[in-house]
């Protein structure tokens, strides 16, 4: 069973940035639409940002919108996630989920694979 696995996350100052990876041994993510999520201490996971298996579709929860990315690079069979300007409203648990199925991506939970999480933290 394909098991997304999360790295990248940590500690930032307010302002900075990080680049989380999502990569899987033994499956090939380009056959999958990927997303991220994250939850905030206390509340709901919710949808970041998601990538289709073409990469040619991308979607943006609109908190992130022009300070995050996401992309794929088949031949590292990794999806990034570039996070800058990063603040402090930013951190919490993040997840990569993974679906052979979608025809473009989704922000909402169905995805049908999921990572274990990275914790990133933006504070001074």
């Known amino acids: 069973q394909l098991q997304p696995v999360e790295s990248g996350g940590g500690l930032v100052q307010p302002g900075g940035s990080l680049r989380l990876s999502c990569t899987a041994s033994?499956?090939?993510?380009?056959?999958?639409?990927i997303g991220w999520f994250r939850r905030a201490p206390g509340k709901e996971r919710e949808g970041v940002s998601c990538?289709?298996?073409?990469?040619?579709?991308?979607k943006y929860v609109d908190s992130v919108k022009g300070r995050f990315t996401i992309s794929r690079d088949n031949a590292k069979n990794t999806v990034f996630l570039q996070m800058n300007s990063l603040k402090p409203e930013d951190t919490g648990v993040y997840y990569c989920?993974?679906?052979?199925?979608?025809?473009?991506?989704?922000?909402?939970?169905?995805?049908?694979?999921w990572g274990q999480g990275t914790q990133v933290t933006v504070s001074s």
């Open positions: 989920a993974a679906d052979p199925s979608f025809a473009t991506c989704v922000l909402s939970k169905v995805y049908a694979y």
């Open positions: 033994g499956f090939t993510l380009e056959n999958y639409a």
């Open positions: 990538i289709s298996s073409s990469g040619g579709t991308t």
